[in-house]
């Protein structure tokens, strides 16, 4: 039976010290907030289809909604909500306009520095995070690497903001309010670096619509 040399011994070593070094990088890399970051980083602009679970603290029976969206960075974003209701939520950059079809009423009002501390943020956000919020790592589960985003400013509507990602890709965010509702969204597709036509982030109150703000 063959025996290593010490010159062998030494090489095997230094290849298992490699290897753990290899794999401990790519544990690294693949980090909910690693992935988070790379997300906002190159993901300029996104469309996609979402599904939307809302629960409440009291255990009241889950509402559920489903629509489509599409973002482009930084402030421009259209998230339509076509079941069980209608309703339209669109930002120019400058306003954002939420229409409500059923009522055929529309509420409008300056963006500013809304966004900074928002679920919308995240993906339609000037993309400085850290500006924003504390990032944390959420650890692994159901096959999404997580991570835990508390926004910094007070004022803020939302606790915490859970998001779990894959190879770089958001999947899923889970954001608790601070009444302890819970909204669960999940991006049931989402094609990064898409090319929205310019006209999806420009709205124009519809005919005899009640307008409401600025």
């Known amino acids: 039976m063959s025996k290593f040399t010490p010159c062998a011994a030494i090489a095997s070593r230094l290849l298992v010290v490699a290897l753990i070094a290899a794999t401990s990088g790519l544990a690294a890399a693949a980090s909910g907030v690693a992935q988070l970051r790379q997300f906002v980083d190159h993901a300029k602009s996104a469309q996609g289809e979402f599904e939307q679970t809302v629960t409440s603290a009291s255990g009241r029976k889950p509402q559920h909604a489903s629509g489509t969206f599409v973002f482009s960075r930084p402030g421009k974003f259209r998230w339509s909500y076509d079941k069980p209701y209608a309703q339209l939520l669109v930002s120019d950059g400058d306003r954002l306009w939420s229409w409500d079809r059923d009522l055929n009423q529309v509420t409008v009002k300056r963006l500013g520095d809304a966004l900074g501390s928002t679920p919308a943020a995240i993906l339609a956000g000037s993309g400085d995070l850290d500006r924003d919020f504390d990032l944390k790592e959420a650890g692994s589960s159901g096959g999404l690497d ?69």
């Open 146 to 214: 997580w991570a835990l985003a508390t926004p910094k400013q007070a004022e803020t509507s939302f606790a915490s903001i859970r998001l779990g990602l894959s190879s770089g890709q958001l999947k899923r965010m889970e954001l608790q309010d601070n009444f302890g509702q819970t909204t669960l969204i999940v991006f049931t597709s989402l094609i990064a670096n898409a090319r929205p036509d310019p006209s999806l982030f420009r709205f124009l109150p519809p005919p005899g619509a009640d307008v409401i703000g600025e």
